[in-house]
T-cell receptor, first 115, second 112 residues
Framework: GAVVSQHPSRVICKSGTSVKIECRSL??????MFWYRQFPKQSLMLMAT?????????EQGVEKDKFLINHASLTLSTLTVTSAHPEDSSFYIC???????????FGPGTRLLVL | KQEVTQIPAALSVPEGENLVLNCSFT??????LQWFRQDPGKGLTSLLL?????REQTSGRLNASLDKSSGRSTLYIAASQPGDSATYLC???????????FGKGITLSVRP
C-alpha cells in the first residue's frame, strides 16, 4: 500500500521557537494533503487541507499565520508551527490523497512538546 | 455538520472474547466509512473500509458492518487477543474531495 512518512517523529522545543514538520508521500503523488491535530484521548481534528501549488484551506478556529502550510511538490507538504507555546503541544498527523478521491493514507505522526 | 460518536470510550475484556465496537454518525449521506487502529503514540492503520453501497467487510478476525440508513456501524472482533489492545477509530467520508470526520475512538484492552 501507499506509504506516507513524517519527520521528525518527536520534537521538543522551547516556547517561542518555530518547528517545521515534514510529510512525504513515498510512492505516489499526493495532490492533496491533510494536517490533523490530536490531543490526548481526543479524536483527530482536521487543521487544514492543502493542494499542491495552492494555498491551504484552514478549518474554522485554526490560525493560518501560526500554522504555516506549504505544499510545494506532489510528494511533500510541511507544517510550521510558528512561535510555539505549551498549548501547541500535541500529536500532529498528516495524510495524503492521490488519484483516488476517497482514500487517504496516514503518516505515523509527530509528537510536539513545547516547554 | 457530520458528527461521529463512539461509545464507550474504553473497554476491557478477557482474552478470547468476541466483542463489538459501535460507531454512529448523524448524516447518513456518506460515501464510505472506515475503521482505523491506533497504537499509543503512533499513527493510524486502516483496518476496513466499507463503501456506502456495501453492508459489510471482513478481514481475518475483523468484520465491519454498515447500516447507512440508521447511521450505524459496528466492528466485530472475534477471539480477541492481547495484541488487539489499541484505540479503534471510526471515520466517515461525506463526499468526493471532502474530508474525513473522526469519532473519538474506543480504547480496547484485552487482558491475558
Amino acid at each position: 500500500g501507499a506509504v506516507v512518512s513524517q519527520h521528525p517523529s518527536r520534537v521538543i522545543c522551547k516556547s517561542g521557537t518555530s518547528v517545521k514538520i515534514e510529510c512525504r508521500s513515498l510512492d505516489f503523488q499526493a495532490t492533496t494533503m491533510f494536517w490533523y491535530r490530536q490531543f490526548p484521548k481526543q479524536s483527530l481534528m482536521l487543521m487544514a487541507t492543502s493542494n499542491e501549488g495552492s494555498k491551504a484551506t484552514y478549518e474554522q478556529g485554526v490560525e493560518k499565520d501560526k500554522f504555516l502550510i506549504n505544499h510545494a511538490s506532489l510528494t511533500l507538504s510541511t507544517l510550521t508551527v510558528t512561535s510555539a507555546h505549551p498549548e501547541d503541544s500535541s500529536f500532529y498527523i498528516c495524510s495524503a490523497r492521490g488519484a483516488d478521491p476517497e482514500t487517504q493514507y496516514f503518516g505515523p505522526g509527530t509528537r510536539l512538546l513545547v516547554l | 455538520k457530520q458528527e461521529v460518536t463512539q461509545i464507550p470510550a474504553a473497554l476491557s475484556v478477557p482474552e478470547g472474547e468476541n466483542l463489538v465496537l459501535n460507531c454512529s454518525f448523524t448524516d447518513s449521506a456518506i460515501y464510505n466509512l472506515q475503521w482505523f487502529r491506533q497504537d499509543p503514540g503512533k499513527g493510524l492503520t486502516s483496518l476496513l473500509l466499507i463503501q456506502s453501497s456495501q453492508r459489510e467487510q471482513t478481514s481475518g478476525r475483523l468484520n465491519a458492518s454498515l447500516d447507512k440508513s440508521s447511521g450505524r456501524s459496528t466492528l466485530y472482533i472475534a477471539a480477541s487477543q492481547p495484541g488487539d489492545s489499541a484505540t479503534y477509530l471510526c471515520a466517515v467520508f461525506t463526499g468526493a474531495n471532502s474530508k474525513l470526520t473522526f469519532g473519538k475512538g474506543i480504547t480496547l484492552s484485552v487482558r491475558p
